[in-house]
């Protein structure tokens, strides 16, 4: 791929991501505050129209965009949206209150806390050399009916 068609790409992702931009920062005055969260399946109604649905492995795909115009949202604008997972459910709002940037922080915080303990895991791997190891998804990992008995 020439350098030519990367940058055209490139170009055309960021200004979807722009536009996308745009309709959240429209949608989220409307959801100021915890209080006024909107669901993930809410915004992503409200962005394109259908449904979010958990088994179109495409919607992933999509989302994924609009993850991106709300991190360009944080990052570019005045509009600084949160997300926040509750009760499994994700939800976005626009921060306004120092409770929820204390709540942000604390968020950001655990973060850099778990990317500690990968880079530990990164160098325990190569220490132990993982890459000579069997690799496998643990049983704990899969659903009961997916398990099957060995032969």
């Known amino acids: 791929m020439s350098n030519e068609i990367v940058l055209k790409k490139k170009i055309n992702v960021q200004g979807g991501v722009i536009n996308l931009a745009d309709k959240v920062l429209k949608i989220m005055r409307g959801h100021v505050g915890v209080d006024n ?29 609009l993850k ?15 997300s926040k997972t509750n009760n499994r459910n994700v939800i976005f709002y626009v921060i306004n209150s120092s409770n929820d940037v204390v709540a942000y922080h604390k968020d950001i915080d655990n ?3 778990n990317m500690g303990a990968m880079k530990g895991r990164a160098t ?28």
Request: aromatic share 18%; net charge positive.
């Open 111 to 113: 973060k850099i806390k």
């Open 37 to 65: 969260a909107i669901t993930k399946q809410q915004l992503f109604k409200q962005v394109f129209g259908v449904e979010f649905s958990t088994s179109n492995y495409s919607h992933y795909f999509v989302y994924d965009i």
């Open 68 to 82: 991106s115009a709300l991190h360009f949202c944080r990052k570019h604008t005045m509009c600084f949206i949160i």
């Open 124 to 151: 325990t791997s190569v220490m132990e050399q993982w890459y000579k190891q069997a690799w496998q998804i643990s049983n704990k990992f899969k659903k009961p009916e997916l398990i099957t008995a060995a032969p």
